[in-house]
């Protein structure tokens, strides 16, 4: 048995095939971790749910949620503050199937742990002032949130917003859960005690300079404290792959015709298919 990580498909659905296909996968003894963003962008996103959906229903995978994923269930409880022309979601709304495909989207977690390894799964990344024990506690209280009734007034009046950008132990309400969703699910970069900046986007190479800025990449700082464990996620494209720090970035940038990446756990090897572009990246407007 072979535990695949595959990073951000965002309605690449042909290429998902492509690469299941690349790598042999064999349904009845492989599982596969998608690392979420299982949608929008791409062209195939409704494709792309109902194929992980039953895979997770049977017992062959698993997924966390992405900031995409957040972003149809908003769209679906009928927030439109936040779409976008580049957004693909109209397919699953108008789905005959949509209300179940919803339900079952709420009702799948932050963080996947693996059951024999010391690996865990997010999608953007772990606030390093945050034991893996404690990620696992500070999860699961957004994935009781989703799963109840009122869950749909959660996402619209409460979910989004960037403030609370620092944590502390005495946080409550949904200040709290706000702050646990945006670490992560679009967390890049942070300071030593997990004060989230979101206008840093690109690699640490082009928008930060490790010496001099206090906000990094979340993995890097020395005072970590979830290294005990291997950490996948993807979110963040411009990263690129890699293996370092006790971390393995999957979003390898199928999206913009980089690559989508499965990463065999047991093994350290990983796999790649080329993937056409889907969106252009969006260039900077010069000062």
């Known amino acids: 048995m072979t535990t695949y990580v595959i990073g951000d498909l965002q309605g690449c659905y042909d290429e998902l095939q492509s690469l299941l296909k690349h ?3 064999n349904s009845k003894k492989d599982h596969l971790w998608f690392v979420g963003d299982i949608v929008n962008r791409g ?32 769209a679906y409880a009928g927030l439109e503050k936040f779409t976008s022309k580049s957004d693909t979601l109209t397919p699953i709304l108008t789905a005959d199937d949509v209300d179940e495909l919803m339900d079952w ?21 772990i606030p390093p002032q945050w034991s893996i024990k404690e990620a696992q ?33 005495n946080l409550t309400g949904y200040e ?10 679009r967390m890049r970069y942070c300071d030593s005690n997990g004060k989230l900046e979101f206008k840093l986007k690109s ?11 206090e906000y990094q990449p979340w993995f890097v700082f020395p005072n970590r404290r979830n290294k005990d464990y291997e950490i996948f996620f993807g979110h963040w494209s411009t990263l690129g792959a890699i293996d370092a720090y006790h971390i393995h970035a999957t979003d390898t940038g199928c999206l913009w015709g980089g690559q989508m ?16 572009q889907q969106c252009k990246p969006k260039l900077k407007k010069k000062k």
């Open 23 to 25: 790598i042999d996968y």
């Open 137 to 169: 506690t500070y999860a699961k209280e957004v994935h009781k949130q989703l799963k109840r009734p009122d869950w749909q007034e959660y996402i619209v009046t409460h979910l989004f917003g960037s403030e609370p950008n620092q944590w502390h132990d």
């Open 203 to 213: 690699s640490p190479k082009s928008e930060a300079d490790e010496n001099d800025s």
């Open 43 to 74: 062209p195939k996103s409704l494709e792309c749910l109902r194929f992980v959906k039953k895979l997770c229903e049977k017992g062959q995978a698993d997924m966390v949620l992405g900031n995409h994923d957040f972003h149809l269930l908003a």
């Open 261 to 276: 990446t499965a990463y065999a756990l047991e093994t350290k090897q990983r796999f790649t298919v080329n993937c056409q």
């Open 176 to 185: 709290r859960l706000r702050y646990i969703v945006n670490a992560f699910a």
């Open 105 to 125: 989207l709420r009702n799948q977690p932050l963080m996947v742990t693996h059951p024999v390894f010391h690996a865990v799964m997010v999608h953007a990344g």
